[in-house]
């Protein structure tokens, strides 16, 4: 007996948790999970739904529930957990993230599938090929850029991705292409909002920050200033080289991005403006 | 508009999040938050309502949420935001917790008000003195002790108490006590279940261990053994005598019974045989 | 037998810890702590002696080690363990921090005096005299600035002051304050570098950060630039409004303000440039 | 230029760190790090040192220094930044800590050799293989033990092993087996010492804490008693299922694992009674 999971976002007015929920128990579904959230007059919710011996149809659920999130002036969406999502991971050279991300769903703490590793370098070919997932090396210039896009963005497409993940993919995605293509998490290897840009541990360093962290937030046009999803931190001390910084950092780093991959395939999170509602 | 909190558990079965919130919508009143969680057959729900106008009186909605509830065979309990829960704080010397929580409440932190300090020493009458809050001494022995605590229940009754918190008391209360007193939230210094009992400061440095934390609890008839509310932790190394731990482990031991004692209030905690829900 | 901490800044060269230790070898003076650091030809190095039963005179121990780090080319300083340091702290209406270092000096925590609080305010007034500590309500505008900020530095003089604190005073001290002041601690309720300036806690919220944190730094003439001497960090979520985050953030506050003011008194920070060292 | 480091363990007396770096600046060698540390009579330092040119060879060095630390009535040791620990892993069924291990080995994080990954089972034999590190599967039962544990030591001992991890193998070892082999650090998946022995997930489940950890520590005749090295927790909640709680801790487990085997290496872990100093 799968379960189905239902995002809504929409504007608060009376009523809401009653009718939503009610429309499940009309249904006679039953509502395993369910939370909610209310601020400034936009209302969010989260309903998880054993669909039992589904004499009902997921369509027709669809419909319905649709009408009603209509009628509310309301967004939503579902996710069944019998359908998997597919998750293309991209990287570059660093295999930490990597292989974090590809043991946690083989061990089954990210429910998906990882049809595909894209990458702008070959260094990471062996670690796809010992999990035999098919990997593609596609390299980019500052001029090959739009053709490089383009063929990711066909791989995406072709191999029905829905999320796309960057383990460490050292290249700036275009505004063409993060509107064409599915959602994007990143993980940026500072603080966030503090150390944007580039070698965040050796501005951290420069600082004398005593605690480091990591920031996995969806990608937008904006560097660095998509909605956040998670943040974690380590204490460090003046002792720690930049380069201890790098090896302390990327603990958090990857622990954050399975984190936050992990609340976005659980149907968790839901985005609002330049914050994140996480359900 | 004052609010009202609802916190039931019952049997799970189908529907229970549609009839609870249900039932507030059929009476025009808005719920402004709402969690629930089930596990084993078992079902927890909290919902916060906006009183409104308060048309229909509290005690109406009481009695028909009441008969709700017993349809369901479930238990259930509300606090109104404007009536506030009436805490007996009791110490012994430490006046760490006992500042910590006056001053908690005199900020806002804690919905309540502290309408007496009772000790079994006279030592922080001036604390109590200089925040102007009633103090009873009132010492105890081995031989004394019934006599004693039969005082203290007394004081608990006259003074309408609703809520006893154990700031550093240093003496064990008795099952009659604990059966006729009302809810008691003991703060253990010591990272439960290890080191229970007494001096675990010395535990945690003769075993050699790297954190040291705090547990607060309900207080029960088994000491040390009740439900936890609320944990936490700091690191340690072996540079610490016994003494440094005290003081590292002060700091969290306030932190951890100010967020018990707040959850609590805020009607967010339930009892579940050794266990407690959060909601 | 009190002890005394030396602390040596110098550049780098070989032999530094042998010679160091061997002088107070050769003056039959044990050593109870040592540790050192070095980072880019500079070397720093902590020492806690116990000075015995004082056969050398305190002013000749002085005279000798500052021969040896002259020939050394480093700079030096000393502290007595029964010379305790004179703490001044500066409140403006917040309490939370004034009670939390006042406490922690009672119970032993904090080797220091605290000979005054001054404020721009007299809101706290009642706090001070609780503790029996003298207060100076020191009223500022922006054009009695100068005049204000000298009645300060007098007090500071006349008690001998020989640290400040400034435990949320919502006042930006003037360049030549803080030229002729002792050194000075300031808490930023923000996790430094984000967040600078006013309100960090409606930035964070804006900006949708899943944690917020606390930063004590010396002050300089850069607003929030000075050398960070600690940081912490508390774990918060989409459902807390900024007035929240005000809460949550007060308790990383004055846990991280009482750690920075106590690794100062015991001798343990040495600035160097932008960063602190903490031996 | 490759550096030694020396640990020293000795009945307290004055002069200590002075004769002790004292020995190389005569030596003309550099101390580039150093710490000690004392404790009821007991002193511990750990002495990095740049052996230069090496115009002295390793062995005389070792000669004189031994000469010194019994003069001292002391303990010592050595270890040279050339001459890499070689560690041997054990596991069983769970690859989590084993990638861990070899990805921070490769990475350089951990500085050793990793000949040889030992297991009970067959089941991580290709994990091995795509690191290419030999793997040997030497079943056990209760009544093989004996010559089971002997055929490990005879390969211990044949590849030179310094230092065995057991990353997650479900035996436990004999008293025989751990007088004869170099030093074992284990994980215990419990916050020690609560949740001794079997299932301790599922005890913290049924204790309902908030929290749950790890704890790397030496392996001993008395299991889950050893000398603690580190530890660390994470937060849970009412809601997580003894599963996820495995899922939660699991992350734990092997950064609290990995930093233990770190600090091992980098010979900064010293065993006094029941506990470790770290230096």
Known sequence: ???????????DQPGLVARLSGFFYQLALNITESSNHSEESRFFMRLVVDLGKETTTRR???ESFGALCKELSGEWSVGYEDVRARVAIMVTKD??????????????????????IISNHAALEPVAESFRI?????????DTKPVQERHVLELLKRLHIDLVVLARYMQVLSDDFLRLAPPVINIHHGFLPAFQGAKPYHQAYA???KMIGATAHYATKDLDQGPIIEQDVARVGHHMTPDELVRVGRDVERVVLARAVRAHLERRVL????RTVLL
Chains 1, 2, 3, 4 share one sequence.
């Open 95 to 116: 295999p930490a993230c990597l292989y974090d991300l590809v043991l946690r769903q083989r061990n089954g703490e990210l429910p998906c599938e990882i049809p595909v």
């Open 134 to 142: 098919p990997f593609f090396s596609l390299p980019v210039t500052t």
């Open 271 to 274: 985005v609002e403006g330049r």
């Open 60 to 62: 027709s659920i669809e």
């Open 1 to 11: 007996m799968p379960s189905a999971t239902f995002l809504v976002a929409a504007p």
């Open 207 to 209: 600082r004398g920050v």
